[in-house]
């Protein structure tokens, strides 16, 4: 099969650049072993062999195994016609001429045989690897996960230089939306000579096209080129299907997660929205139908409105930061802050809140002031601190800390409440994840969430402990202050 490739090559018109290539080289390789060997001509045909084989051993090197059976041909009959007596004439007179030309050709085709195929091996496990670098570089470009049109033009670029193109084009179609891609080399388009395309094809249907286009002039692409942009179509017909599972499989989590988000902000507003309103309706009523009389009794209703106002406020203020969070619109106002003044605030305003707890400060001396805005300061803390007194047994004791560490201030809030699992530490930061320990307490399950995102927000982190005697701490680090800050 391969023999009769060859054959058709060479038998191609004479204007086919390789056809030419061929026949010019093995003439060219024969004509100059004659010039090394005339020298020695009135030697004999003895002294002649050695370069005339030299000539074909360089042609078959060259040009493969048609330039040296076209050197060899060649060689022949200068070895006849020159160093054969009589010279100059296309006969032999002695025997061991026409022996020694015969063996010469023989020995010239054995060679050319040898030669262009250990030199045809050599090339064919360059072209391998090359391929196989080739295939490899298009396979990890393909997968990158980067955007499939910035990838596409990568590819194309990438498509020149192996098959000596001009310039080359990729048409795609993904998800019914068109992508086109084009890199060219030096030579304009316009002066395009020979192409060869590739269909992009997924599940039998046709996607998309790879066309590579050659200059006017250059060798016609070979049927190894052809596998080679065939498989190049095929890792981008896979990248494609990947891209396109991959949109799929995006979708089905958004849905999935806004749907897991809308359940979750239903249970939240229809539990701690209502049950404060509960309250609050509950309290206004029996004020208004006069039916209690006592005044201690009427100003605990007023304070239980008041507080459950307080509660409902929070809830309603932390859906509106969440919605800030996620619109990225929670930008800091920093400034040079004192730790300890915002933790004593906030812990004497909780007071109604840390009723049923026992609240331990332990605030270092000389702590230095932080670069934070001070209103969502004041936020985190009142968050994390209502969330450790909502899951803390009554008469539990409620640890606040405070202490520099590096160039950062570590603030802790520790209860001695149930505590939260290892496995859930990182979960509890997610919106409205209340954990399974005990669903039925208060709360939205936003608190450590907004902390987490204005604490990320100021470049600081926070975290989940055990706390020494049982329960939880939930910790995070905030920046020092400098001076040029400051």
């Known amino acids: 099969m391969r023999v009769a490739q060859r054959v058709q090559e060479f038998l191609q018109p004479a204007s086919d650049p390789s056809a030419v290539r061929t026949a010019t080289i093995g003439v060219g390789a024969a004509f100059l072993a004659t010039a090394l060997a005339l020298p020695f001509a009135r030697t004999g045909v003895e002294a002649a062999i050695p370069f005339y084989l030299l000539g074909v051993v360089a042609a078959s090197t060259t040009g493969g195994l048609w330039t040296g059976l076209i050197a060899a041909a060649v060689s022949s009959m200068g070895i006849t016609f020159i160093f054969a007596p009589p010279r100059f004439k296309l006969h032999v007179d002695r025997l061991e001429d026409v022996l020694a030309t015969v063996v010469f050709v023989v020995v010239a085709v054995v060679v050319g045989l040898v030669v262009a195929r250990s030199v045809e091996t050599r090339e064919r496990a360059t072209h391998g690897e090359r391929d196989a670098r080739f295939l490899g570089y298009l396979a990890t470009k393909l997968l990158s996960g980067e955007r499939f049109e910035r990838v596409l033009d990568d590819v194309a670029a990438a498509l020149l230089e192996p098959f000596g193109l001009a310039a080359c084009r990729i048409i795609a179609t993904l ?26 094809l997924i599940g039998g249907v046709t996607l998309g096209r790879v066309t590579a ?31 396109r599972l991959g949109a799929r499989v995006r979708g089905v989590q958004v849905e999935a997660e806004t749907n897991e988000l809308r359940a979750a902000l239903f249970s939240s507003v229809t539990h701690d929205l209502r049950t404060p309103l509960a309250s609050i309706k509950a309290g206004v009523t029996s004020l208004l139908t006069g039916t209690v009389h006592d005044p201690e009794q009427q100003r605990e209703l007023l304070t239980t409105v008041l507080e459950e106002t307080d509660r409902l406020n929070r809830v309603v203020g932390n859906l509106m930061d969440l919605a800030r969070v996620r619109a990225g619109a929670l930008v800091p106002a920093r400034e040079a802050t004192d730790v300890e003044e915002v933790i004593l605030a906030v812990v004497a305003r909780m007071q109604p809140q840390l009723s049923t707890v026992v609240v331990r400060l332990r605030i270092r001396p000389d702590l230095p002031e932080v670069f934070v805005d001070p209103v969502q300061l004041d936020q985190i803390l009142t968050n994390v601190i209502e969330n450790a007194a909502l899951h803390s047994p009554v008469g539990g004791e409620l640890t606040v800390s405070a202490a520099s560490y590096r160039d950062t201030v570590e603030i802790r809030v520790a209860d001695q409440g149930p505590g939260i699992a290892p496995e859930d530490r990182e979960r509890v930061f997610e919106a409205f994840y209340r954990g399974g320990a005990e669903p039925e307490r208060p709360g939205t399950g936003l608190g450590l969430a907004i902390a987490q995102a204005i604490v990320l927000a100021h470049g600081g982190r926070i975290w989940i402990d055990g706390a020494p005697g049982g329960g939880a701490a939930v910790a995070f680090e905030l920046p020092v202050a400098r001076e040029r800050e400051g």
């Open 175 to 200: 998800d019914g939306r068109e992508i086109r891609a084009e890199a060219v080399r030096s030579e304009p388009v316009a002066q395009a000579g020979e192409f060869s395309e590739a269909s992009i």
């Open 213 to 243: 286009i050659r200059a006017v002039g250059a060798k016609p692409f070979s049927a190894t080129d052809r596998e080679l942009l065939e498989a190049a179509a095929r890792q981008i017909a896979l990248a494609m299907e990947r891209a």
